[in-house]
């Protein structure tokens, strides 16, 4: 137990050596726009509920207390601190949790060693994103309704009472009227759950992974079969009534976004005979969740699943003893979201983070499965749940220092690499989008915005018009503000140029006079240009300038801009192939 929650605040402690200490990693584009949010706060948001605004903005105003100024660089560790917060109290309920329900101190010191080699974990708990709060409060939750599962074993059975004129009546202990005692944690689950919907409303899955087990437990049917549980998700439910009321002022756009989601177009799908679309869907689908576990991990993941389906399978007596209702509960909490975003690869593809709430309970079958096998009796079984346990935590280990530290190895590669923008460079195993994938999207952020900001100074040297900063995309516009010098806002004509809509089309772009000059960041074709932002000025160059965003030695990408002289006071309706 001790070791267990050393190893939990020895981790928490590296995350902010990790980020205060020079860190490598920019944030990402999807933080800087949710740190774009919390300078507009509101009841909800274009594509999100407002909790991650709410968030980032207590992170700033902390800083604030410490001198921080308003600065990307200096303000980014401060902005992701959270995100550190929230990664210990998750490694605490699972802890917690693994503890309690397999009754043993091992299993939860397996879970933490376990958890520590899933490089997925590792970056989750430094990226202020909408997940790990979300997965804090779906772990809160479920922790919550297992506390309840016990009280409700635990507490008396109904108790027949008697009255004066000798006609017996039930005491306050029936299934319906049970003391406070008992039915706190399910409250407390229904509190946990609504804060997490303000995050995401992904649990909403909850009530139905508890109605699965109680259908396949009798024992947590019993505990479940209440009223509370009705009013616990309620309580879940209210939390959106913010969220609703702020969608109906504005045009229901969350929900139209929802309806949505999904990656890759239909066009794209209808060039590939629909089969190999799906079967791709499938393999990225499966690859996504494989990969950032690292490989390994996934496959003990599988393992630890099929094994705790065939304990919840035995018959009559045997199932007490091999603890199905554990296995049912962890099953009911993890399966659903997978079942689910692997059928909707029939239609559509996923994202590889939106199962990411089912890892919680599906670490801690892990984690349990592998304590039983490394403690075996059977001395076969035994040595091959060690040498597979101890390959697959050493592998996920190793493998996430390397993915940590990969950036010592660009100044290197700037010496082997063609020059930039050659045929060769793409071809090049020294590029470093082939082995470093995916931090290379957190690089660079902070020297694009400095070329973009030497771009927009010589603009305003050559003109005595005030310039503004707008961006094509919605995430490039938020990491621009964020990382220029005074963190301007910065205007968006994604949705009017064909893109989708964004949290922009909400605000009201930036106050513009007529004669005013703009500064175009991102990439548009040349009959794009003509046909979306020309009309709305006088003239506009002929060509962008391309300006090389350089990290450690290597051109890792290029930002294009674009110098567009004299507003017309109006910009183009939105283009007809605008969608949400």
């Not at 207390?65 to 980014?76: I, R, T």
Request: hydrophobic share 45%; charged share 15%.
């Amino acid at each position: 137990m001790r070791l267990a929650l050393a190893l939990i605040v020895l981790g928490a402690v590296s995350n902010l050596f990790f980020l205060f200490n020079h860190c490598p990693l920019d944030l990402v584009e999807d933080e800087t726009h949710y740190w774009e949010w919390s300078r507009h706060l509101d009841y909800g948001y274009y594509s999100k509920p407002p909790g991650i605004a709410w968030v980032i903005r207590g992170a700033v105003e902390l800083a604030h207390l410490f001198g921080v100024a308003d600065n990307g660089v200096a303000m980014a560790p401060w902005i992701r601190l959270p995100a550190v917060i929230f990664g210990l109290c998750s490694g605490l309920l699972t802890l917690a949790l693994a503890r309690r329900i397999f009754k043993d101190d091992r299993a939860g010191l397996a879970v933490i060693v376990v958890g520590a080699a899933v490089p997925m974990f590792a970056v989750g708990s430094l990226l202020i994103t909408i997940d790990s709060p979300m997965y804090l409060c779906w772990a809160a939750t479920v922790y919550c309704l297992w506390r309840h599962v016990e009280a409700s074993g635990q507490s008396s059975p109904p108790q027949v009472v008697s009255d004066q004129t000798g006609v017996g009546e039930m005491s306050s202990l029936t299934t319906d009227h049970r003391p406070l005692t008992t039915v706190r944690w399910l409250y407390l689950a229904g509190l946990a759950a609504s804060c997490g919907m303000l995050f995401k409303p992904v649990l909403i899955a909850i009530p139905i992974c508890v109605a699965l087990a109680a259908k396949f437990s009798p024992q947590m049917r019993a505990a479940f079969r209440t009223r509370h549980t009705i009013f616990a998700g309620l309580l879940m439910l209210l939390s959106q009534a913010p969220v609703v009321i702020w969608n109906a002022a504005h045009d229901w756009v969350t929900f139209r976004h929802i309806a949505t989601q999904g990656v890759g177009s239909e066009s794209g799908d209808q060039k590939t005979n629909w089969f190999v679309a799906t079967l791709r869907r499938f393999g990225e689908f499966i690859g996504g969740q494989a990969g950032p576990m690292g490989g390994l991990m996934f496959v003990l993941l599988i393992v630890a699943v099929v094994v705790a389906c065939k304990r919840c399978c035995v018959k009559g007596s045997e199932k007490e003893s091999a603890g199905s209702p554990r296995w049912i509960f962890l099953l009911s909490f993890t399966l659903p979201l997978w079942t689910f975003y692997f059928a909707m690869n029939f239609w559509k593809g996923t994202e590889p983070n939106w199962p990411a709430a089912s890892y919680f309970t599906g670490m801690i079958l892990v984690a349990g499965i592998l304590s039983e096998g490394w403690n075996a009796a059977d001395a076969k079984l035994r040595k091959t749940w060690r040498t597979w346990g101890t390959i697959t935590m050493v592998w996920g280990v190793v493998l996430t220092a390397v993915a940590f530290n990969l950036h010592r190895l660009y100044p290197i590669a700037a010496e082997k690499l063609p020059a930039f923008g050659s045929p060769d460079y793409g071809k090049s195993w020294w590029n470093p989008s082939k082995w470093d994938q995916p931090a290379i999207r957190l690089r660079g952020h902070a020297e694009r915005a400095v070329k973009v900001d030497g771009a927009l100074t010589m603009f305003e040297l050559q003109s005595d018009r005030p310039t503004h900063v707008f961006a094509t995309r919605y995430d490039l516009a938020s990491s621009l503000a964020f990382y220029l010098p005074g963190q301007p806002f910065v205007g968006c004509v994604m949705s009017r140029v064909g893109g989708r809509m964004s949290q922009y089309d909400v605000w009201a772009d930036p106050v513009m006079n007529v004669g005013d000059n703009v500064l175009l960041v991102g990439g548009m074709s040349r009959p794009e240009l003509q046909k979306y932002i020309e009309p709305a000025f006088e003239r506009i160059d002929a060509e962008y300038q391309r300006l090389p965003v350089v990290y450690q030695g290597v051109t890792i990408r290029e930002a294009l801009v674009l110098r567009c002289y004299g507003f017309k006071g109006k910009w183009p309706a939105k283009a007809d192939e605008t969608h949400y």
